[in-house]
């Protein structure tokens, strides 16, 4: 069986990994295994995403204690080493020791291996080394500059966006399409007129981290660059994209970035445990191509696509995910396609499941567009509107179809 660490990749494009960035691991009892990346990465090598003809590979370098400082402070990044160099049980302090974040040992390492691995994709993109570039062990999103949040030790998307502002990049847009508020890569880039976020979540009225609702636009200096789309739970295909493409296109399309950086958390799926929208496999790609080609409309092409969550680890995960490398690869796959069969076998007898047979949940994927009407006693479109009416006058733009 070819796997991803067997394969030599070349390409236009490229995958930041390496066998280790799955050392982020707090347990076997936690719902963010790091089998979700291995598995993968070990369907896309067998798919042919990943490999000579597919996306190149690309060794994740360990972020310095520097380069994580220019988003974290200090003070966490101590606790981080500290806690992880003799993990026991019973100190909580910066977000550490907690159900969600638990602490295990090497975690300053683990933690800054992923964050060297989404800033090496954006200095791949930056430089033109590649065209696109993904990190699926990365989007680490929650981390709080001085605390640990929600599965998320240090904010790898924030740090490697930091960098390409230091770069030069003079406009980042952001784009999260998690099952979750993008809380802190919002909260870091809050009033920073340079970095638009925009996140597309369960509503934090039923769902973590509870923020992230139409009123909340960014700070004084950077009013309307922090969008969001709080959506009612159980929201489908359909309406899901009914939404993205109400809200994102548009707003990328006026602010105009140098680079875009996305961030793929695929419990947005029905099957997910954790949270209650309802998208397939298949609106979760329609969604990965729609940003492929925004990223060459609006950014010159230069894209940075990174994971995040996603807990049905066998359903879900390695199917949504090489959907995801293939668009960053610039060839989609076909959802009708049949799962290998070497992997599937893999699956069997490594965690004693039964994994999908085809790469595609059987859905049509279709919606209304915007353009057609706003339907007030819709909560989708309510909430969509919302969003459209407290974001779009601050960039210049007509809020109504």
Same mark, same amino acid.
């Given at each position: 069986?070819?796997?991803?660490?067997?394969?030599?990749?070349?390409?236009?494009? @490229?995958?930041?990994?390496?066998? @280790?960035?799955?050392?982020?691991?707090?347990?076997?009892?936690?719902?963010?295994?790091?089998?979700?990346?291995?598995?993968?990465?070990?369907?896309?090598?067998?798919?042919?995403?990943?490999?000579?003809?597919?996306?190149?590979?690309? =060794?994740?370098?360990?972020?310095?204690?520097?380069?994580?400082?220019?988003?974290?402070?200090?003070?966490?990044?101590?606790?981080?080493?500290?806690?992880?160099?003799?993990?026991?049980?019973?100190?909580?302090?910066?977000?550490?020791?907690?159900?969600?974040?638990?602490?295990?040992?090497?975690?300053?390492?683990?933690?800054?291996?992923?964050?060297?691995? @989404?800033?090496?994709?954006?200095?791949?993109?930056?430089?033109?080394?590649?065209?696109?570039?993904?990190?699926?062990?990365?989007?680490?999103?929650?981390?709080?500059?001085?605390?640990? @949040?929600?599965?998320?030790?240090?904010?790898?998307?924030?740090?490697?966006?930091? !960098?390409?502002?230091?770069?030069?990049?003079?406009?980042?847009?952001?784009?999260?399409?998690?099952?979750?508020?993008?809380?802190?890569?919002?909260?870091?880039?809050?009033?920073?007129?340079?970095?638009?976020?925009?996140?597309?979540?369960?509503?934090?009225?039923?769902?973590?981290?509870?923020?992230?609702?139409?009123?909340?636009?960014?700070?004084?200096?950077?009013?309307?660059?922090?969008?969001?789309?709080?959506?009612?739970?159980?929201?489908?295909?359909?309406?899901?994209?009914?939404?993205?493409?109400?809200?994102?296109?548009?707003?990328?399309?006026?602010?105009?970035? =140098?680079?875009?950086?996305?961030?793929?958390?695929?419990?947005?799926?029905?099957? =997910?445990?954790?949270?209650?929208?309802?998208?397939?496999?298949?609106?979760?790609?329609?969604?990965?191509?729609?940003?492929?080609?925004?990223?060459?409309?609006?950014?010159?092409?230069?894209?940075?696509?990174?994971?995040?969550?996603?807990?049905?680890?066998?359903?879900?995960?390695?199917?949504? !995910?090489?959907?995801?490398?293939?668009?960053?690869?610039?060839?989609?796959?076909?959802?009708?396609?049949?799962?290998?069969?070497?992997?599937?076998?893999?699956?069997?007898?490594?965690?004693?499941?039964?994994?999908?047979?085809?790469?595609?949940?059987?859905?049509?994927?279709?919606?209304?567009?915007?353009?057609?009407?706003?339907?007030?006693?819709?909560?989708?479109?309510?909430?969509?509107?919302?969003?459209?009416?407290?974001?779009?006058?601050?960039?210049?733009?007509?809020?109504?179809?």
């Amino acid at each position: 069986m070819t796997t991803a660490d067997t394969t030599t990749c070349a390409g236009h494009s @490229s995958v930041v990994f390496d066998r @280790s960035l799955t050392e982020y691991d707090f347990g076997p009892e936690h719902p963010m295994a790091p089998v979700r990346v291995d598995l993968t990465m070990r369907l896309a090598a067998e798919l042919g995403v990943v490999g000579s003809d597919g996306l190149r590979c690309v =060794d994740a370098p360990v972020a310095t204690e520097d380069q994580i400082a220019t988003v974290h402070d200090p003070a966490l990044i101590e606790a981080v080493q500290r806690m992880g160099a003799r993990p026991g049980p019973g100190e909580e302090l910066h977000g550490l020791g907690t159900d969600d974040n638990p602490v295990f040992r090497g975690m300053h390492h683990a933690a800054a291996h992923v964050v060297g691995a @989404s800033m090496e994709a954006c200095r791949q993109v930056w430089t033109r080394e590649s065209v696109h570039s993904a990190n699926i062990s990365g989007g680490l999103h929650h981390a709080m500059p001085d605390r640990a @949040s929600g599965f998320c030790i240090y904010n790898d998307i924030a740090v490697g966006i930091r !960098w390409l502002l230091d770069q030069g990049a003079q406009k980042v847009a952001y784009v999260d399409v998690d099952v979750h508020h993008g809380d802190g890569v919002e909260r870091i880039f809050w009033n920073d007129p340079r970095v638009l976020t925009v996140s597309l979540h369960e509503s934090g009225q039923f769902l973590f981290p509870g923020t992230g609702f139409a009123k909340d636009v960014g700070g004084p200096d950077a009013e309307g660059t922090a969008v969001n789309v709080a959506l009612p739970p159980g929201t489908g295909d359909s309406g899901w994209l009914r939404a993205f493409h109400a809200v994102v296109p548009p707003l990328l399309r006026e602010f105009a970035p =140098d680079v875009l950086v996305t961030q793929h958390g695929c419990d947005s799926h029905a099957a =997910d445990p954790l949270a209650d929208l309802t998208l397939s496999v298949d609106g979760q790609r329609a969604a990965y191509l729609a940003l492929h080609d925004l990223a060459h409309e609006v950014a010159g092409g230069r894209w940075v696509a990174t994971g995040g969550g996603g807990y049905a680890l066998v359903e879900v995960v390695p199917r949504a !995910w090489s959907h995801l490398l293939a668009a960053v690869a610039g060839r989609p796959l076909d959802p009708t396609m049949v799962v290998p069969g070497a992997w599937r076998e893999h699956v069997a007898e490594t965690l004693g499941q039964t994994a999908p047979r085809l790469m595609t949940d059987g859905q049509r994927i279709g919606y209304r567009p915007w353009e057609e009407g706003y339907d007030p006693d819709l909560w989708l479109d309510r909430t969509v509107h919302e969003t459209r009416t407290a974001v779009f006058p601050l960039h210049g733009m007509d809020p109504m179809p």
